[in-house]
């Protein structure tokens, strides 16, 4: 089994472990998901039924030293979407544009003509699938997690077709050419000719967290937090020796 150039630790358990049994599942789940889909045909109403297979997170797989997800690198962050609906949808269609988890209930709410109550975060592609739109409402996913390796109040990013940018409290954590460097091996934050485009990421990131009511601010009263920080109890299971921008800066 050929591993990415980013899994440099834990490599015999990741080959011989956990991507057989990782593997396994997907299998399974395609299984099902052709029994849903015969179903369907079965009683007449495939072509009018909208039908979606997507995922809530993926898994660092062993990139970068790190099992599991809390990180917004593409292994734990990009997840497939997968939608059809023959009556409006051309087969085959690919689309390379980030489309985020709270855009799927407006956007198949477009698809049937319902009206979308307002104060969702997230928003209609319905037009943009079917073709009707050449470009998508948003050129960008946002992202965050409070917790996990990074110390609360963990970390918040953004994703587009290019770049993937992500920031601490404490200033601007990553950013990453996700086409030219697809494993994400060559930070640019602290990059001479990335200024530019950091500010640019980081002013827009900013206003994203300001739309969506985010903010550094939050309480860390609830939750098992402490136990989360770098280093702690719960990240013994899920670090297979890696590293990760600012792990020497973060706390012990």
Request: glycine fraction near 8%; aromatic fraction near 12%.
């Amino acid at each position: 089994m050929k591993l990415p150039p980013n899994v440099d630790k834990g490599i015999g358990y990741i080959r011989n472990k956990f991507l057989p049994d990782y593997y396994g599942l997907i299998e399974s789940l395609d299984i099902e998901f052709i029994r849903i889909l015969k179903a369907l045909k079965d009683a007449g109403v495939a072509d009018d039924t909208i039908v979606c297979y997507s995922s809530d997170h993926g898994d660092m797989s062993g990139a970068h030293g790190l099992c599991a997800k809390r990180f917004p690198y593409r292994n734990s962050s990009h997840v497939p979407f997968l939608i059809r609906y023959p009556r409006a949808i051309k087969a085959g269609k690919v689309i390379g544009d980030p489309f985020n988890t709270p855009d799927i209930y407006p956007s198949l709410a477009g698809f049937c003509d319902v009206k979308v109550p307002a104060g969702l975060d997230g928003l209609d592609y319905s037009s943009f699938f079917t073709g009707r739109a050449t470009k998508p409402p948003r050129d960008c996913s946002y992202l965050e997690m409070h917790y996990g390796y990074v110390t609360w109040p963990g970390w918040r990013a953004l994703r587009t077709s290019e770049y993937l940018y992500a920031s601490t409290k404490h200033g601007p954590w990553m950013l990453y050419d996700v086409n030219r460097d697809p494993h994400e091996l060559n930070n640019l934050v602290e990059s001479a000719g990335s200024k530019a485009l950091v500010a640019d990421m980081d002013k827009r990131l900013t206003a994203l967290m300001k739309e969506t009511g985010d903010s550094w601010k939050m309480s860390c009263a609830t939750g098992d937090q402490a136990k989360w920080s770098s280093h702690k109890a719960k990240l013994a299971d899920q670090d297979l020796g890696g590293t990760w921008p600012g792990f020497d800066s973060d706390d012990k």
